[in-house]
Nanobody, 126 residues
Framework: QVQLVESGGGLVQDGDSLRLSCTLSGRTYSPYSMAWFRQAPGKERVFVASIAWSGGRSEYDDSVEGRFTITRGDAKNTMYLQMNNLTPTDTAVYYC???????????????????WGQGAQVTVSS
C-alpha cells in the first residue's frame, strides 16, 4: 500500500519562508510524478505545483510562481516545496500527491492524482 506523509507545516508571519517535505513509501514499481495541492477553509482543493519523475520538468500555479519552488530528492520518493514570501492568502492545508498515470507530465488537476497524503497545515499570520 502506498503512503504519502507530509511534514514541515506550521505557523509563520507574513513574508516568512517555510519548507514542506513529502515522503512516499510502499509498493510502487512504476515511476510517478508528484504534486502539491492546497485547500483553504470552505474552498475546494486546488493545484499549487508539480514535478515529473525525472525532476526536470515542473509546473506552478500563477499564484505561487516565483515564490515557491518544487524539487525532488535524489531517492525520487521524496519531494519538497520551498515557500518564500508567504502571505495570509497562502494559509491552507497542503496535500502531497502522486500520479502513476503521468510520470513524465506533472499533474495539475485532482483527477490526475492516484494517491494523497493526509495534509499539513500552513498558517500565515498578518
Amino acid at each position: 500500500q502506498v503512503q504519502l506523509v507530509e511534514s514541515g507545516g506550521g505557523l509563520v508571519q507574513d513574508g516568512d519562508s517555510l519548507r514542506l517535505s513529502c515522503t512516499l513509501s510502499g509498493r510502487t514499481y512504476s515511476p510517478y510524478s508528484m504534486a502539491w495541492f492546497r485547500q483553504a477553509p470552505g474552498k475546494e482543493r486546488v493545484f499549487v505545483a508539480s514535478i515529473a519523475w525525472s525532476g526536470g520538468r515542473s509546473e506552478y500555479d500563477d499564484s505561487v510562481e516565483g515564490r515557491f519552488t518544487i524539487t525532488r530528492g535524489d531517492a525520487k520518493n521524496t519531494m519538497y516545496l520551498q515557500m518564500n514570501n508567504l502571505t495570509p492568502t497562502d494559509t491552507a492545508v497542503y496535500y502531497c500527491a502522486a500520479s502513476l498515470t503521468r510520470p513524465n507530465r506533472p499533474p495539475t488537476t485532482t483527477r490526475s492524482i492516484d494517491y494523497w497524503g493526509q495534509g499539513a497545515q500552513v498558517t500565515v499570520s498578518s
